[in-house]
């Protein structure tokens, strides 16, 4: 398997987040964590990604364990997050904050083509590129923090909540996007979302997390469809 979380488990102090979950992702797939507030989705990105430590279990990434390796290491690897919350750098030009995502390349000969290649699928980012980031509206922000990612050459793209405080329009676009970004660029995504049915729509598998457990794990259009699901996450 391309990547593979095997029987994580994380604590906060005494308050167990992730008890025992496996999780994998094959090459070139969408794959969405559901769930309530407090379920353990963020849990799993942040862990994926080396912020929190894992108390047992292991998560392999293209043939090699990487749960041991330090933040920055594991976007050497290939896997790169965009966090929740749109945190970009309000006070530095919308170029920069591009370029901030390069920042550990070394092939800096390319990073040109691929500031273009960014410029391609956010226009407006090109547009406004001298404009300072904290000026941008929201659903620019959300643009700049994933024309940041992929700046990185990312291989996994883990996206925490990208729709979170947007308008029903600009979660249709960051909805296109995810589709558009694994269709272009051949870059896999695990994507965490409250709003679970546009997740489902543009993954293929998901996983649905309760209480730091895996309850369900299903192709997404059979998810979609599922009534446990449709009661508790679609609205009925």
Same mark, same amino acid.
């Given at each position: 398997?391309?990547?593979?979380?095997?029987?994580?488990?994380?604590?906060?102090?005494?308050?167990?987040?992730?008890?025992?979950?496996?999780?994998?992702? @094959?090459?070139?797939?969408?794959?969405?964590?559901?769930?309530?507030?407090?379920?353990?989705?963020?849990?799993?990105?942040?862990?994926?990604?080396?912020?929190?430590?894992?108390?047992?279990?292991?998560?392999?990434? @293209?043939?090699?364990?990487?749960?041991?390796?330090?933040?920055?290491?594991?976007?050497?690897?290939?896997?790169?997050?965009?966090? @929740?919350?749109?945190?970009?750098?309000?006070?530095?030009?919308?170029?920069?904050?591009? /370029?901030?995502?390069?920042?550990?390349?070394?092939?800096?000969?390319?990073?040109?083509?691929?500031?273009?290649?960014?410029?391609?699928?956010?226009?407006? /980012?090109?547009?406004?590129?001298?404009?300072?980031?904290?000026?941008?509206?929201?659903?620019?922000?959300?643009?700049?923090?994933?024309?940041?990612?992929?700046?990185?050459?990312?291989? /996994?793209?883990?996206?925490?909540?990208?729709?979170?405080?947007?308008?029903?329009?600009?979660?249709?676009?960051?909805?296109?996007?995810?589709?558009?970004?694994?269709?272009?660029?051949?870059?896999?995504?695990? /994507?965490?979302?409250?709003?679970?049915?546009?997740?489902?729509?543009?993954?293929?598998?998901?996983?649905?997390?309760?209480?730091?457990?895996?309850?369900?794990?299903?192709?997404?259009?059979?998810?979609?469809?599922?009534?446990?699901?449709?009661?508790?996450?679609?609205?009925?």
């Amino acid at each position: 398997m391309y990547f593979e979380m095997k029987d994580i488990s994380v604590s906060y102090d005494r308050v167990q987040a992730l008890k025992g979950v496996s999780i994998g992702l @094959e090459k070139g797939e969408i794959v969405t964590l559901i769930g309530a507030n407090g379920a353990g989705k963020t849990t799993i990105m942040k862990a994926i990604s080396g912020v929190v430590s894992i108390q047992s279990g292991e998560i392999w990434f @293209e043939g090699s364990r990487i749960d041991s390796l330090p933040p920055h290491d594991i976007v050497r690897e290939g896997i790169v997050v965009v966090p @929740e919350g749109r945190h970009i750098y309000p006070y530095m030009s919308v170029l920069d904050n591009l /370029l901030m995502g390069a920042y550990s390349r070394k092939d800096r000969r390319n990073i040109s083509g691929d500031l273009e290649m960014v410029y391609g699928i956010f226009p407006t /980012l090109k547009k406004r590129k001298r404009q300072q980031g904290g000026s941008l509206s929201g659903g620019e922000r959300q643009q700049l923090a994933l024309g940041r990612a992929l700046m990185a050459r990312p291989r /996994l793209l883990l996206l925490d909540e990208p729709s979170l405080g947007l308008s029903p329009l600009l979660v249709k676009e960051v909805s296109k996007t995810i589709v558009k970004i694994k269709e272009t660029e051949k870059i896999s995504v695990i /994507l965490v979302e409250q709003n679970a049915r546009m997740a489902l729509k543009v993954s293929d598998r998901g996983y649905v997390l309760e209480t730091g457990n895996i309850a369900l794990h299903d192709a997404s259009n059979r998810l979609i469809n599922n009534d446990y699901v449709r009661q508790l996450y679609l609205g009925g």
